[in-house]
């Protein structure tokens, strides 16, 4: 095997040592490695396509997504997450900050406020759910003025731990820009129990410990 082949299966599989590619003792003991090594990657990758097209089976039928006629948003972004890792903070700055980030806009009714006005929605649930809904609605609530060069922030922080919403996201938007946000897995474990403990979740009602392990 040329150096480059075999730098190229090793990163493939890293249990198959660099010296075995080399220097096995048959002649043919590197090919023989490398064609498993292949059949178990070709059977990794039809296994995955497989499960993206369940995924997308389940999706035509649940999401009622049928193609609309009104246009996409030409610019579309998620901040798939990951769930208390500051996604509200960066949302709220890219709102605030810039007048050309939209997201989807809802009616929020305060007891200050004499008639309902319009906020800003972060995180929409869209493409995690099981019944998600109507992809017109969906996109109706984005587009109140359109703006071709705007960019559409959808921040639902769940999406990066659900595959299905990965495979979903990628038939609706392939061209979208996903953001995540990563913390010290430590720091974010405890703030999602925290935050359980003060919803009075079932999590959050035993020890931080307890709870990790
Ligand atoms: N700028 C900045 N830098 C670092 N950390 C920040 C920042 N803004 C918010 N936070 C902390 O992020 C936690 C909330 O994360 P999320 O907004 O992603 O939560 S959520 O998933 O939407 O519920 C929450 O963490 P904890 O305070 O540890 O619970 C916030 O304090």
Same mark, same amino acid.
């Given at each position: ?10 990163? #493939? ?19 023989? $490695? ?11 990758? !039809?296994?995955?396509?497989? +499960? ?9 039928? %649940?999401?009622? #997504? ?7 948003? =030409? &610019? ?11 996604? %509200? ?6 709102? &605030? ?16 406020? +004499? ?8 995180? %929409? ?12 609605? #969906? ?12 960019? #559409? ?9 659900? =595959?299905?919403? $990965? !495979? ?25 129990? &925290? ?6 979740? $079932? ?5 931080? %410990?307890?709870?990790?392990?």
């Amino acid at each position: 095997l040329k150096e480059r082949e075999v730098r190229e299966i090793s990163s #493939y599989s890293p249990e198959l040592k660099h010296a075995d590619l080399v220097s096995g003792d048959e002649p043919n003991a590197a090919l023989d $490695a490398a064609a498993v090594v292949l059949q178990n990657a070709m059977s990794e990758v !039809c296994c995955q396509v497989g +499960k993206i097209k369940s995924h997308l089976g389940k999706w035509n039928s %649940t999401a009622r #997504y049928l193609p609309s006629k009104r246009q996409l948003p =030409p &610019n579309m972004a998620f901040i798939i997450g990951a769930q208390k890792s500051g996604t %509200t903070f960066l949302f709220n700055e890219l709102m &605030n900050r810039h007048p050309s980030i939209h997201s989807q806009l809802l009616p929020r009714f305060s007891t200050k406020a +004499k008639a309902p006005y319009l906020r800003n929605s972060k995180e %929409t649930h869209f493409f995690d759910r099981v019944q998600p809904g109507s992809f017109d609605e #969906y996109l109706q609530k984005f587009v109140i003025e359109r703006d071709d060069k705007g960019v #559409y922030v959808d921040g639902t922080p769940d999406y990066i731990m659900i =595959p299905s919403a $990965a !495979c979903r996201i990628a038939a609706t938007f392939p061209k979208a820009k996903l953001i995540a946000v990563l913390r010290d897995p430590v720091q974010r474990a405890l703030s999602q129990w &925290n935050m359980a403990r003060h919803q009075g979740k $079932a999590a959050g009602k035993r020890s931080f %410990t307890n709870h990790v392990r």
